[in-house]
């Protein structure tokens, strides 16, 4: 079982960031923990936003937050991190964290079945 919190949500300015956080936590029974970052604005479904494999060496952006967000990791927190700079009002959504536990360590994915634990979410608003 994989427990995840998010935090570091709010409302922005456009332009402004943000940095997300999710610790995670829990008995993995020696799997590796892989998190993706994924996204819920009003009236849509969910997508997924970025990745990072359980290794830390690979990850992935959605077009729209490519050269604006960045996932990082503190591995002795066992927190990921959702670096958003230059936010959008488009970017106004509740973000949630996901993990997937696999033998795999470059698997960096984000297809949302392929994630089983989630966090509550964290509410962005970006708005002047």
């Known amino acids: 079982q994989l427990q995840l919190v998010e935090s570091g949500g709010g409302l922005v300015q456009p332009g402004g960031s943000l940095k997300l956080s999710c610790v995670h936590s829990?008995?993995?029974?020696?799997?590796?923990?892989?998190i993706g970052w994924f996204r819920q604005a009003p009236g849509k479904e969910r997508e997924g936003i970025s990745c990072l494999s359980s290794s830390g060496r690979n990850t992935n952006y959605v077009d729209a937050v490519k050269g604006r967000f960045t996932i990082s990791r503190d591995v002795a927190k066992n927190t990921v991190y959702l670096q958003m700079n230059n936010l959008k009002p488009e970017d106004t959504a509740i973000y949630y964290c996901?993990?997937?536990?696999?033998?795999?360590?470059?698997?960096?994915?984000?297809?949302?079945?392929?994630?089983?634990?989630w966090g509550q979410g964290t509410q962005v608003t970006v708005s002047s």
């Open positions: 996901a993990g997937l536990l696999t033998l795999d360590t470059a698997l960096c994915t984000m297809a949302k079945p392929a994630y089983n634990y």
């Open positions: 829990g008995f993995t029974s020696g799997y590796r923990v892989a």
